[in-house]
T-cell receptor
Framework: DSGVTQTPKHLITATGQRVTLRCSPRSGDLSVYWYQQSLDQGLQFLIHYYNGEERAKGNILERFSAQQFPDLHSELNLSSLELGDSALYFC?????????????FGQGTRLTVV | LAKTTQPISMDSYEGQEVNITCSHNNIATNDYITWYQQFPSQGPRFIIQ???TKVTNEVASLFIPADRKSSTLSLPRVSLSDTAVYYC????????????FGRGTSLIVHP
């Protein structure tokens, strides 16, 4: 158990819909990262938050947005869903911004768009 | 931006030592080299991290030559449960450290 909790574990929804994925980081971790993993793209970095502030964006579509709340949990909002958005979505947390700290990953949310 | 290159796949047998080499030619002076392991449908898990020379923990060893342009993850006496994808990470900085994954090396351990 990494200490990072993601809900829900599975989500099935229709095209055009909007969903919200939730991530609770490890206690004390200020950094939250979101990733998308599909079979053909590997693990793609989406967005990074640190202590409530957005710090970096990766390959995140405009239809996707995220935020980190004062209690440090984070939500990833996916809207106008397309079939190609079907993937595993992971969040990870770490205690700091530096490269010498370990990132802890949750078990992921498997999103299926039908 | 540092880019990593590692073999797409490797095969081994139980009890053998496995070495996976990653090249990261333009890694920055201050950057660490980190390896993660991922099982199907699970999140990646940190294995080991190093800056130079050799680092060893209860799971693996990491060898980094003086020029730091490559690193080798060594898994001693692998078992079937070591079948997984192994990622070598070189950081990407956009104001902060971003763990950035390539395609990784798919290791299959055979009985």
């Amino acid at each position: 158990d990494s200490g990072v909790t993601q809900t829900p574990k599975h989500l099935i929804t229709a095209t055009g819909q909007r969903v919200t994925l939730r991530c609770s980081p490890r206690s004390g971790d200020l950094s939250v990262y979101w990733y998308q993993q599909s079979l053909d793209q590997g693990l793609q970095f989406l967005i990074h938050y640190y202590n409530g502030e957005e710090r970096a964006k990766g390959n995140i579509l405009e239809r996707f947005s995220a935020q980190q709340f004062p209690d440090l949990h984070s939500e990833l909002n996916l809207s106008s869903l397309e079939l190609g958005d079907s993937a595993l979505y992971f969040c990870a947390s770490s205690v700091a911004l530096t490269g010498d700290t370990e990132a802890f990953f949750g078990q992921g949310t498997r999103l299926t768009v039908v | 931006l540092a880019k990593t290159t590692q073999p797409i796949s490797m095969d081994s047998y139980e009890g053998q030592e496995v070495n996976i080499t990653c090249s990261h030619n333009n890694i920055a002076t201050n950057d660490y080299i980190t390896w993660y392991q991922q099982f199907p449908s699970q999140g990646p898990r940190f294995i080991i991290q190093g800056y130079k020379t050799k680092v060893t923990n209860e799971v693996a060893s990491l060898f980094i030559p003086a020029d730091r342009k490559s690193s080798t993850l060594s898994l001693p006496r692998v078992s079937l449960s070591d079948t997984a994808v192994y990622y070598c990470l070189a950081p990407i900085r956009r104001g902060s450290y971003i763990p950035t994954f390539g395609r990784g090396t798919s290791l299959i351990v055979h009985p």
